[in-house]
């Protein structure tokens, strides 16, 4: 929890009012980006994000399994994220536990859409290597390592990178399975199929400070929120969820505003990361 005197709350959301903040960024200013790709070895694919002085990590690990009765024709994804102790005191204990839950289910459902899967960012039918009986699941672990606000956009973008990161063994099917039989597969350690992350989406939050929404909140902007509505949007402009946080409620029509800007920013937000990603690749293979 950040503490703030009366007239370091009043400066902040003085400064929003006037679409100057105080470290010089407009209300709909990301703070710089920087992509490392390749960060964990033993992973399918990984990323560290730091947005500021918010850094976190996301490693994908793939494992064949089943697809459930109910969705035979996809594979299955988890997401679980860490907030470490070091990151933030808060973090300590019941808190830390308390916002990972938290984190991790806005992920699901910014990431994967409904149960059914509609409005799913990532194709789960792509992880699907025998209809019914053999997928790919992949376990998708992000880390908080330092925390100056805006965790979710930093975890969706490190997410979206790790998944750009990820290379899944190819498989190869045995001829000759019957029935309900399993067929035998034989997974390569040679070569990989590149992940496609042309529809995974980015998560713009957009923070309502007094009258006024922001982008990339830090902290102490955080502290003076009255909610706040993260919107994951992918290159098409398709929106693929939508959270809100924060005990005050908001007008339908500020929310279709919101949705409006957040379409907005995406554009600009998904240019920046994937070519942040693209120099990050490049430098990893160098």
């Not at 988890?78 to 289910?105: K, M, Q, W």
């Not at 989406?201 to 929404?213: E, M």
Request: net charge negative.
């Amino acid at each position: 929890m950040v503490g703030l005197s009366l007239g370091e709350r009043h400066f902040i959301q003085g400064g929003i009012a006037q679409d100057l903040r105080c470290d010089g960024r407009k209300r709909l200013t990301y703070r710089p980006i920087y992509v490392e790709t390749g960060v964990i070895p033993q992973a399918h694919g990984s990323a560290r994000i730091r947005m500021g002085a918010t850094e976190v990590i996301a490693s994908v690990k793939a494992e064949l399994g089943k697809p459930s009765l109910l969705q035979p024709d996809k594979g299955k994804v988890s997401i679980y994220i860490d907030c470490s102790s070091t990151a933030e005191p808060a973090f300590e204990g019941r808190g830390g536990d308390d916002l990972s839950a938290e984190l991790s289910v806005a992920l699901q459902r910014s990431l994967l859409g409904a149960k059914s899967g509609a409005g799913a960012g990532i194709d789960l039918s792509s992880l699907i290597v025998v209809e019914g009986k053999i997928c790919w699941d992949l376990y998708i672990d992000g880390l908080v390592v330092s925390s100056d606000g805006n965790l979710l956009d930093a975890l969706g973008a490190a997410i979206k990178a790790a998944l750009s990161n990820t290379g899944i063994p190819r498989v190869q099917v045995a001829a000759g399975a019957s029935g309900d039989e399993k067929p035998e597969v034989e997974i390569s350690d040679d070569e990989f199929l590149q992940f496609d992350t042309s529809g995974v989406p980015v998560i713009v939050t957009l923070t309502k400070v007094g009258r006024h929404s922001i982008v990339d909140a830090t902290s102490e902007e955080e502290s003076q929120m009255s909610s706040a509505v993260s919107i994951s949007v992918n290159r098409q402009g398709h929106i693929c969820g939508i959270t809100k946080r924060g005990s005050v409620g908001l007008d339908p029509s500020i929310v279709l505003d919101m949705i409006s800007v957040a379409k907005h920013v995406s554009e600009q937000l998904i240019n920046k990361l994937d070519s942040e990603i693209a120099s990050a690749e490049a430098e990893d293979d160098s």
